[in-house]
């Protein structure tokens, strides 16, 4: 019997900024089971200009002493695959394991979307010190879609001013969809599945914490930046 998890989540934060802590979000002290995050593929489609891109994750996590005796290895890769589409103003994130396939299949679906519409429109603002293919496709898609190539600068303090600025203000809501599947047999596929289910609402806790905490320390650089470069940015009053 196939297992089910949902839950939606808003943050108070807007669309750009939480998809910007998405891509950040690797090492938190939330997340000490993930051992590796990296991306191995990423590209803009030409004619629609939804942006993809593939990271290989590799977690470690609690083997029950009831399921070691066909599970020995407690760690596990992830496929993560996502999609942003500025015109849409969505981010879809699927992830799947690769590893103990037979034990236990999960599959999650995050669906990022914007609460306000309006905070997501195109403001005309292109990052600083990107790169001109970056620069002609924010240009040509809005702040929103600039949200993923924005998180390879987003550490360096040079860069940040423009970014700061230019994030707009909103909330955003991520829904989740997890489906569990095993085909162990054994007489074991409906514990491993309910076992899988009631943790993985735990881990779900951690992950909105460990994306809080991101979405923290980037909101204090943001305000940080922004109470500098603002003052000088208005125009002088006449005396």
Not at 1 to 24: C, E, G, I, N, R
Not at 172 to 196: A, D, H, P, Q, Y
Request: hydrophobic share 40%.
């Amino acid at each position: 019997m196939v297992k089910f998890y949902q839950h939606t989540f808003d943050y108070d934060h807007p669309f750009p900024l939480v998809t910007l802590a998405f891509w950040l979000r690797y090492p938190n002290p939330f997340a000490a089971h993930v051992l590796a995050s990296d991306v191995i593929d990423r590209y803009v489609d030409p004619d629609t200009g939804v942006l993809h891109t593939t990271r290989l994750i590799l977690k470690r996590g609690n083997v029950p002493k009831w399921a070691r005796t066909f599970m020995s290895n407690n760690e596990a890769y992830i496929l993560e695959q996502s999609r942003v589409d500025p015109r849409d103003r969505t981010m879809v994130c699927t992830s799947k394991n690769i590893s103990h396939k037979r034990v236990m299949v999960i599959e999650e679906t995050q669906t990022f979307t914007p609460i306000d519409e309006d905070e997501v429109k195109s403001s005309g603002i292109v990052p600083a010190a990107v790169t001109a293919d970056q620069r002609r496709f924010a240009a040509r898609f809005g702040r929103s879609a600039s949200s993923a190539a924005l998180a390879a600068t987003v550490h360096s303090a040079d860069k940040l001013p423009v970014l700061a600025d230019s994030l707009g203000t909103g909330r955003t809501r991520v829904k989740l969809e997890v489906r569990f599947v095993s085909n162990l047999g054994w007489g074991l596929t409906s514990r491993i599945e309910s076992f899988c289910h009631n943790r993985f609402a735990d881990s779900s806790k951690r992950s909105r914490l460990g994306m809080a905490h991101v979405l923290e320390k980037l909101q204090e650089k943001r305000t940080k930046l922004l109470a500098i470069t603002r003052p000088y940015a208005q125009p002088e009053l006449a005396s």
